[in-house]
T-cell receptor, first 110, second 113 residues
Framework: GQQLNQSPQSMFIQEGEDVSMNCTSS?????WLWYKQDPGEGPVLLIA?????ELTSNGRLTAQFGITRKDSFLNISASIPSDVGIYFC??????????FGQGTRLTINP | EAQVTQNPRYLITVTGKKLTVTCSQN?????MSWYRQDPGLGLRQIYY???????DKGDVPEGYKVSRKEKRNFPLILESPSPNQTSLYFC????????????FGSGTRLTVV
């Protein structure tokens, strides 16, 4: 099955730094989603994007739906310890099927 | 509280011993799905269901079965588990027509020895 290419696979940053991660696909998606997974829990939806070029914010998080509809990025500004976790991008592929990226593991040094 | 509940959270079993992982949602969602999560591979869809008695294969259905006899429940069945099915499993549900993706359960960590 199809899989999205998400990068970087891991990030080690200092508290207060900004973070950027992205996701690319060989196929077009009509919806892009960004999830966060805390240790021992299931993924939780952070941001949903529905239109090419759309830029959406959720607090310190900002995500964009690429113009080509084949990519998306997520930025986190002024990182804090609770931002630690694994971030997943997902493209929605009809009938509520989600195709996920491999994940970006974020570690923050205080 | 709106949620997706999976049981058990942890399970260790032996090769070939049939097992069922239960999943229940209290949000009256039409869509339900099972994913497995493996390091470096993200989440891959096993099976999904669009409503009662309507199920279809995802990307990695081999070795799994599902049923959807009631709207709220979507159990995952491993008839003869093998070690390559050792993984973290997530059940998820979604409202029909929604563009908000899925709401996920807390996961079931399965080890097959």
């Amino acid at each position: 099955g199809q899989q999205l290419n998400q990068s970087p696979q891991s990030m080690f940053i200092q508290e207060g730094e900004d973070v950027s991660m992205n996701c690319t696909s060989s196929s077009i998606f009509n919806t892009w989603l960004w999830y966060k997974q805390d240790p021992g829990e299931g993924p939780v939806l952070l941001i949903a994007l529905y239109k090419a070029g759309e830029l959406t914010s959720n607090g310190r998080l900002t995500a964009q739906f690429g113009i080509t509809r084949k990519d998306s990025f997520l930025n986190i500004s002024a990182s804090i310890p609770s931002d630690v976790g694994i971030y997943f991008c997902a493209g929605q592929e009809g009938a509520q099927k989600l195709v996920f990226g491999q994940g970006t593991r974020l570690t923050i040094n205080p | 509280e709106a949620q997706v509940t999976q049981n058990p959270r942890y399970l260790i079993t032996v090769t070939g011993k049939k097992l069922t992982v239960t999943c229940s949602q209290n949000m009256n969602h039409e869509y339900m799905s099972w994913y497995r999560q493996d390091p470096g591979l993200g989440l891959r869809q096993i099976y999904y269901s669009m409503n009662v008695e309507v199920t279809d294969k995802g990307d990695v259905p081999e070795g799994y079965k599902v049923s959807r006899k009631e709207k709220r429940n979507f159990p995952l069945i491993l008839e003869s588990p093998s070690p390559n099915q050792t993984s973290l499993y997530f059940c998820a549900s979604s409202l029909s027509g929604s563009n908000y993706g899925y709401t996920f359960g807390s996961g079931t960590r399965l080890t097959v020895v």
